[in-house]
């Protein structure tokens, strides 16, 4: 690829100096962009894995609880179920606030008022030990699954902003810092072209005015 | 905010059990997209959408669309009774994979 330079650029000396400031200030942003990206990496990372933990656990979790409602759907019947299941009180509501980390909002779930009972919410008759397995089984689905939406929604803003980080690293990195380094250089040598020529001219003169003098 | 839910009748069953009692359950005259609708019409006082991973495929670009233009309500995808597919990739690790450049194995 042939170096590009910044358009609109005339080769003088205050242009260098300004493109100079330009540079070393890229230069700074990039490290600093680059660093945030790590760091960001480097904390996505670990909610990662909390987060596969978390969906494993949830695996085995729902295999259980799907295998004993089966079974109470078996032994009392579909129907009964459900009307069982739509009889049990509503689990409440959640609440959400922001969260900052490295100036990213990150939802954080808070679930204090999202109550999840201990005790069945049905009577010992009509139902059978089966049922009682599968709410258990499906309370502790759902308490997981609360902890999986807090960290998904930490893992999304997270990835986002990764995402825009990199982006501008990259364009740092492989556009505007090279294409400032080849303006930098082509003013450079055009001054030198000048100074150059100007020396010349100058002995030319010189050596005209001697000769004249003669 | 509330904690909605649309999946199939037997999780619905499971999840009302654990007091989730907004439930919608796609049927033949109403479709997932149709219920789906219906829940994106208030989103406001809503906090978690859990989805079974079957109706997450079947809505799928719209589910897309309302992930990258909502943070909240946070949308999060379970398996259903026969257990997760093996072939659908879900939003979380799509996300990884792009954000990090590779696949993190669970």
Redesign the interface.
């Given at each position: 690829m042939t170096e590009q330079l910044l358009e609109g650029v005339k080769p003088t000396r205050m242009e260098l100096l300004s493109i100079r400031k330009k540079l070393s200030l890229a230069e700074k942003g990039h490290n600093l962009l680059e660093q945030k990206r790590d760091s960001l990496?480097e904390r996505?990372?670990s909610v990662?894995d909390k987060?596969?933990d978390l969906?494993?656990d949830?695996?085995e979790l729902?295999?259980d609880?799907?295998q004993s409602?089966?079974q109470a759907?078996m032994i009392m019947g579909?129907d009964q179920?459900?009307r069982?299941?739509?009889l049990?009180?509503?689990?409440?509501?959640?609440?959400?606030t922001e969260d900052n980390i490295m100036g990213v909002k990150i939802?954080k779930?808070d679930d204090q008022s999202?109550t999840?009972?201990k005790e069945p919410?049905y009577g010992m008759s009509e139902s059978c030990a089966k049922?009682d397995d599968?709410?258990q089984y499906?309370?502790t689905?759902?308490q997981h699954?609360?902890k999986?939406?807090?960290l998904?929604?930490g893992?999304?803003?997270?990835?986002v902003e990764?995402?825009k980080t990199?982006r501008r690293v990259n364009v740092l990195e492989n556009n505007l810092i090279p294409k400032l380094k080849a303006t930098q250089k082509y003013i450079e040598m055009q001054l030198e072209e000048r100074e150059r020529e100007d020396f010349f001219r100058r002995k030319r003169i010189k050596a005209l005015m001697e000769s004249e003098e003669e | 905010?509330?904690?909605i839910a649309l999946c199939d009748?037997?999780t619905?069953?499971?999840?009302?059990?654990?007091?989730?009692?907004t439930v919608y359950v796609p049927t033949k005259e109403k479709t997932a997209l149709q219920q789906w609708h219906e829940i994106e019409d208030h989103i406001g006082s809503t906090?978690?959408i859990?989805i079974t991973e079957e109706i997450a495929e079947e809505i799928g670009k719209e589910l897309k669309e309302f992930?990258l233009r909502n943070?909240?309500p946070?949308v999060?995808e379970?398996?259903?009774?026969h257990?997760?597919k093996t072939d659908h990739v879900d939003y979380?690790s799509h996300?990884?994979k792009?954000?990090?450049g590779m696949e993190?194995k669970?």
């Open positions: 990496v996505f990372f990662i987060r596969n969906v494993n949830l695996d729902f295999k609880a799907f409602l089966i759907q579909e179920v459900d069982i299941a739509r049990s009180p509503h689990a409440g509501e959640l609440e959400f939802p779930m999202f999840i009972p919410s049922l599968s709410q499906f309370r689905v759902m699954l609360l999986l939406a807090d998904e929604g893992i999304k803003s997270l990835a990764i995402e990199k | 905010m509330n904690v009748k037997d619905a069953s499971g999840l009302r059990l654990a007091g989730i009692q906090g978690l859990i992930r943070i909240i946070i999060i379970i398996p259903d009774k257990g997760r979380i996300l990884i792009k954000a990090v993190i669970r």
